[in-house]
């Protein structure tokens, strides 16, 4: 029986915005409650920052006492456009996701990009650190390395390790917990068999789900030989030596290998 994944992105439609946080000036804040209303902001608050203070209240705070070259770092935030949200199955609108954050360059660009297109990473309830996005580019980048190499090596234990500590991500679970979701059985709409269905309860851990039963031996890795972007091949369908990710990347190579004739 062949597992199903199933997750639903929520994506405000008209795409996010960037707003920037100067965490000195909120340095020595307190609330009792969580509540913004207990805390008198400082007077030389921008617009964007308190807004962000009175949506998340202590939740943005600085905690304990980041040294001042972590502190002076502007903290930038994902905010919705508006309230319209745009709701579709991740596997069905993309095949690889998990790819796609590996091959995306850690900028605030590729970030936006990712979130604009995808939603939140976390689920909802909580602020959007855009530090949070380059974190699961670089570990989902540094996962798909590291599967590359154990398709050399043998040794899939980094991978192994990496998957386990995603729990750590998840308050009140240890830290080799891993993956959040739900197994539940759903009706096979052809053959109205009862089907295994896993629903991932983030969107982050629904790409490192994806990224574990590619894993497993559902696909095969590569790297396209024009632009050296990760790709995989399905077990059991199309060429097996398949060199590029696209038309476009095999026509692009064709093009240069004629112009040196």
């Known amino acids: 029986m062949s597992a199903i994944l199933k997750f639903e992105c929520r994506v405000p439609a008209d795409g996010y915005r960037v707003l920037s946080l100067d965490e000195r000036k909120l340095m020595g804040a307190e609330m009792n409650s969580g509540d913004a209303s207990d805390v008198l902001p400082p007077s030389d608050l921008t617009e964007d920052e308190l807004y962000l203070l009175k949506k998340w209240g202590e939740q943005i705070l600085p905690w304990g006492n980041p040294p001042e070259e972590i502190l002076s770092l502007p903290k930038l935030f994902f905010e919705p456009n508006s309230e319209r949200i745009r709701r579709f199955d991740l596997f069905e609108e993309a095949s690889d996701p998990h790819l796609e954050f590996a091959n995306t360059p850690v900028t605030l660009e590729g970030a936006k990009a990712l979130a604009d297109r995808y939603g939140s990473l976390h689920g909802e309830g909580r602020p959007r650190y855009d530090f949070e996005w380059y974190n699961a580019i670089v ?29 750590r991500r998840s308050i009140g679970k240890p830290d080799d917990s891993g993956i959040d979701a739900n197994i539940l059985l759903s009706k096979d ?49 199309g060429r097996s030596d398949k060199e590029y990710c696209s038309d476009a990347c095999r026509m692009r190579a064709y093009r240069k290998r004629k112009g040196k004739q």
Do not use: H, Y
């Not at 996962?143 to 995603?166: C, Y």
């Not at 991932?200 to 632009?227: F, H, M, Q, V, Y």
């Open 189 to 237: 709409p052809r053959s109205g068999e009862a089907q295994l269905c896993i629903r991932p309860s983030t969107l982050l851990n629904a790409l490192w789900t994806k990224l574990a039963l590619a894993i497993d031996g559902s696909e095969s890795l590569r790297t396209c030989i024009e632009c050296k972007i990760w790709f995989t091949t399905k077990a059991g369908r």
């Open 139 to 167: 570990e989902m980048r540094d996962a798909v390395k590291a599967w590359q190499s154990a398709k050399a090596t043998g040794d899939f234990g980094r991978l192994i390790r990496s998957v386990a500590r995603q729990g």
